[in-house]
């Protein structure tokens, strides 16, 4: 057990909804990474918040959003779901805000789109 | 632009053999950090061992260990004594200060009891 929480595991849902991902750090990581991992591109990095802060962006599409709050507990808002969006949703935090901290992973929500 | 390459979409291993896990990435950096993360059926995804590019001694947790050549830009992964739970996708990953994470595709390693 990485330390790191994630709700829902899973999620069902349909074209066009709305989704809210969530994930808390281990205790006394700042830092929040969310991964998105399919089968066609693999483990992809999306977004990183630190202290409450958007910090590095990656291959995030403009229909997803993120944020972490006061209690550094962050989501992941994904809008206007495609079939292509099916995937799992990985979180991990670090320590720090340094992009060579080492990361620990939650268990993943796995979201499908009918 | 960083890239990690796993060679081996599949690998395959006798219960209490060794087996090495191949991985070769680019870049221009000179400081960077090597991971390998583990991930079983479960899908959790499990931290296997870290490198610094700035030590030269190889890293080792246990049966675990990887052998670091700098200049080849190759980071493989041995286990030794392998067990039925190490049976996993293992992934190959590369950070340096300037640029987030990168994944390699994996590869699937079966133990055979």
């Known amino acids: 057990d990485s330390g790191v929480t994630q709700t829902p595991k899973h999620l069902i849902t349909a074209t066009g909804q709305r989704v809210t991902l969530r994930c808390s750090p281990r205790s006394g990581d700042l830092s929040v990474y969310w991964y998105q991992q399919s089968l066609d591109q693999g483990l992809q990095f999306l977004i990183q918040y630190y202290n409450g802060e958007e910090r590095a962006k990656g291959n995030i599409l403009e229909r997803f959003s993120a944020q972490q709050f006061p209690d550094l507990h962050s989501e992941l808002n994904l809008s206007s779901l495609e079939l292509g969006d099916s995937a799992l949703y990985f979180c991990?935090?670090?320590?720090?805000?340094?992009?060579?901290?080492?990361?620990?992973f939650g268990p993943g929500t796995r979201l499908t789109v009918l | 632009a960083q890239t990690v390459t796993q060679s081996q979409p599949e690998m395959s291993v006798q219960e209490a053999e060794t087996v090495t896990l191949s991985c070769t990435y680019d870049?221009?950096?000179?400081?960077?950090?090597l991971f390998w993360y583990k991930q079983p059926p479960s899908r959790q995804m499990i931290l296997v061992i870290r490198q610094e590019a700035y030590k030269q001694q190889n890293a080792t947790e246990n049966r675990f260990s990887v052998n670091f050549q700098k200049a080849a830009k190759s980071f493989s992964l041995k286990i030794s004594d392998s067990q039925l739970g190490d049976a996993a996708m293992y992934f190959c990953a590369y950070t340096d200060n300037n640029n987030d994470m990168r994944f390699g595709a994996g590869t699937r390693l079966t133990v055979k009891p």
């Open positions: 870049t221009s950096e000179s400081d960077y950090y």
């Open positions: 991990a935090s670090s320590v720090d805000s340094v992009k060579t901290d080492t990361q620990y």
